[in-house]
């Protein structure tokens, strides 16, 4: 699987867009860029996944650069409720089962 | 639609025992995985379950097994219990079937001490 590299953590000043990056440049063809977030003691919660093409949901948009070695997770107006650890995934797809490997993530405070 | 549910939420266990943790996948969702998270860790991929069987394993010792019954739901059983298997662990569920990933559905997790 591919790895990614995150920072460690950022911080956000409240009503403000939040822009995580990722960096994915060992991604094969096949696979997609997952986002899912950890909010204290929950499980994660999935935000948002693409392959190519910049996706968008009532979460989060997902910018993936054109030669899909670099992303970014926009939360457009970030909240105090969106402090948490988000993770960038890759992930293969594979008919019948997949795999999802998690890495240390990145912490988003975000300020008042 | 319940998602994901998972019991106990907590538990205690001596080194030594042995502990079965269990995971009722979401409404329609056929795959099942197990995840453990030490405390300021990411998850870590135990195994995960599709059509009854293991499909993929972690880098984690044979005392941790699995089963997944024919409604899809789950067990994880770890035995010989360490100190270090103290952590939360997470069952997620997805939908196997079908040409594109759809993500997966965490549970709120079974926190286990080992003591």
């Not at chain 1, 977030?37 to 190519?52: A, V």
Request: proline share 5%; aromatic share 10%; net charge neutral.
């Amino acid at each position: 699987d591919a790895k990614t590299t995150q920072p460690t953590s950022m911080d956000c000043a409240e009503g403000r867009a939040a822009n995580l990056p990722c960096n994915h440049s060992t991604i094969s063809g096949n696979e997609y860029v997952y986002w899912y977030r950890q909010i204290h003691s929950q499980g994660p919660q999935y935000i948002i996944h693409g392959l190519k093409n910049n996706e968008t949901n009532e979460m989060a948009s997902l910018i993936i650069t054109e030669d899909r070695k670099s992303s970014t997770l926009i939360l457009p107006h970030a909240t105090l409720r969106d402090t948490a650890v988000y993770y960038c995934i890759v992930s293969p797809t594979v008919r019948g089962y997949q795999k999802v490997t998690f890495g240390t993530g990145t912490k988003l405070q975000v300020i008042p | 639609d319940a998602g994901v549910t998972q019991s106990p939420t907590h538990l205690i266990k001596t080194r030594g025992q042995q502990v079965t943790l269990r995971c009722s996948p979401k409404s329609g969702h056929d795959t099942v995985s197990w995840y453990q998270q030490a405390l300021g860790q990411g998850p870590q991929f135990i195994f995960q379950y599709y059509e009854e069987e293991e499909r993929q394993r972690g880098n984690f010792p044979d005392r941790f097994s699995g089963h997944q019954f024919p409604n899809y739901s789950s067990e994880l059983n770890v035995n010989a219990l360490l100190l270090g298997d103290s952590a939360l662990y997470l069952c997620a569920s997805s939908q196997g079937t079908g040409g594109a990933s759809y993500g997966y559905t965490f549970g709120s997790g079974t926190r286990l001490t080992v003591v």
